[in-house]
């Protein structure tokens, strides 16, 4: 019997890697076995593809590669995380606890298509990364929604200021504004569940958003 595979996602500076840690602590203490992956594997060369794009050198802003085209960068780095770390585990059962997956792909490379393609590259999507590459599919995604200028906010001085070490991605703010959208229609799509982690104006404090996401993690609701 292979383990449950839950992925956690949100848009940049939502908490996701806070998250992932606080969540993974919480099943270990009920005894279960876990694993925590994060994508991109920037640790790893799969991630060369990723890193290319980001840093810029096939274009200076995100709409220079299309949608497909940086699908697939993250879509094999994927691929080889599965093989290399952890398809054993997954396959006898442990849980495997994902920062970012297959739904960031939705998030942020669908907004760059008209909308009337987005249901298209959402079928596309799901085909190439479960059915062609054969990733397995998550038993549950869990999306943390935090509005843009608190993310900012929690990330501010990240770069010490220096913008210059933003990633294409980082820089763009209508891009980053984009993401919203498609993040809320694949959510509607494919059924995520959404976590609401701030109040308009503060995130919710850690221990709530966590607390939210175990019972989502234990109801399968
Ligand atoms: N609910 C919260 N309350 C207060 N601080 C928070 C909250 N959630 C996250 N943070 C802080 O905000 C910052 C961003 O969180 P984190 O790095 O987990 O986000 P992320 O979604 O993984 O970001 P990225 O997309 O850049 O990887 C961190 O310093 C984290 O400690
Ligand atoms: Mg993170």
């Known amino acids: 019997m292979p383990g449950k595979l839950i992925v956690i996602d949100g848009l940049d500076g939502s ?11 919480c099943l270990r203490a009920r005894g279960e076995q876990v ?33 497909y085209a940086a699908s697939t960068f993250y879509a094999v780095d ?7 770390f952890w398809e054993k585990e997954y396959l006898s059962g442990h849980t495997i606890l994902a920062t970012r997956y297959v739904s960031s792909n939705a998030i942020h490379q669908m907004g760059k298509l008209p909308r009337n393609q987005w ?23 869990i999306f943390l929604n935090m509005s843009r200028s608190v993310a900012d906010r929690l990330i501010e001085g990240r770069y010490g200021g220096d913008e210059s070490r933003k990633d294409i991605h980082e820089k763009d703010r209508a891009y980053l504004q984009s993401c919203q959208e498609t ?39």
Do not use: H
């Not at 994927?78 to 290399?84: E, G, H, Q």
């Not at 308009?200 to 996401?213: H, Q, Y």
């Open 15 to 25: 908490g996701k890697s806070t998250q992932s840690e606080r969540v993974a602590k």
């Open 183 to 221: 993040a809320e229609y694949a959510a509607k799509a494919q059924n995520w569940r959404m976590i609401c982690c701030d109040d308009g104006k503060n995130p919710l404090p850690l221990e709530f958003v966590t607390e939210r996401i175990m019972e989502k993690i234990e109801s399968r609701a």
């Open 119 to 141: 249901d298209e590259y959402l079928k596309w999507l799901d085909d190439f990364e479960y059915e062609k590459l054969c990733l397995p599919r998550p038993d549950q995604v």
């Open 35 to 67: 694993k925590l992956i994060s994508f991109p594997d920037y640790g790893e060369p799969s991630s060369a593809l990723v890193k290319m794009y980001l840093g810029g050198e096939f274009s200076d802003s995100p709409n220079g590669v299309n949608a």
């Open 78 to 84: 994927r691929y080889a995380s599965f093989k290399k």
